[in-house]
């Protein structure tokens, strides 16, 4: 865990810690950089979610927007939930470190966010904030204010988060690695 400038900063870093998370570091929100390609990734569908919620394209927000309410915020914590596999493609382990991330996130919208009252999180897929999203209903999202973002559709690289956040990611085949961005104003 990275040292922090402020009390209300290091508050937040260790109600991450409280929530799971496995590490965190603050990233200079100015400094991102979004890839446009990965669009073209997720209209690939290999990880199946395309067009199937509310957060994953076609129906994510646009870019541009994303980006501009992403870069619009002063302070930004790259965050992980980590674990380990038992073999190369263990399945079941690497959903079980996905939940854990986003338990973190749900926390953090439902925790940090309204005591800020300001602030959204970027995770990993589609939003599971319900336990069924009202987009197989073909009803709005129940709960705008807290849904959960990916940061594939957000355009945005874990490479690249890692690197400006200093995070450090291990090579290890052994252990899977999850990210999140939680990007907020104190
Ligand atoms: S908050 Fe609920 S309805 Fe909205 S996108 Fe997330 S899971 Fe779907």
Known sequence: MH??????????????????????????????????????????????????SWTCPPYADPIDSLAREITGYGKGIVFT?????????DWK????????????CFRIMDDIVPRLGNGTVFGYGPCKYCEKCSFFLDEPCRFPDKKVRSL??????????????????KDDPNRITFFGLFVFDL
């Open 3 to 52: 040292s922090t400038k402020t009390r209300e900063e290091l508050e937040i870093f260790n109600e991450l810690v409280a929530f799971g998370a496995s590490d965190a570091s603050p990233v200079p929100t100015g400094q991102l950089r979004f890839n446009k390609v990965y669009r073209k990734y997720c209209a690939q569908n290999l990880c199946g979610n395309f067009g199937k």
């Open 81 to 89: 939930a980590a674990g380990s596999l038992r073999f190369a493609v």
């Open 152 to 169: 594939e559709g957000a355009c945005l690289d874990v490479t690249g988060l890692a690197e400006l956040s200093g995070l450090e990611v």
């Open 93 to 104: 382990s690497m959903m079980k470190v996905s939940d854990a991330l986003n338990k973190i």
